[in-house]
């Protein structure tokens, strides 16, 4: 019974680094172009000769 009193702390710990990281990732324009590289990897833009 006395590890909860480890496990809780902690578990609220990487609860919070995970928000954290999402909000910065929203802050860092991570999100903006979400079909970009969908449609990246689709075209092609080498013109070498086969």
Do not use: C, K, N, T
């Not at 909860?4 to 991570?30: D, E, K, M």
Request: hydrophobic share 50%.
């Amino acid at each position: 019974m006395s590890v909860l009193w480890y496990l809780i702390p902690l578990s609220l710990l990487l609860g919070a680094g995970g928000l954290a990281s999402f909000f910065w990732a929203l802050r860092s324009g991570q999100y903006e172009d979400l079909s970009g590289a969908a449609e990246r990897i689709l075209l092609d833009d080498d013109d070498r000769p086969i």
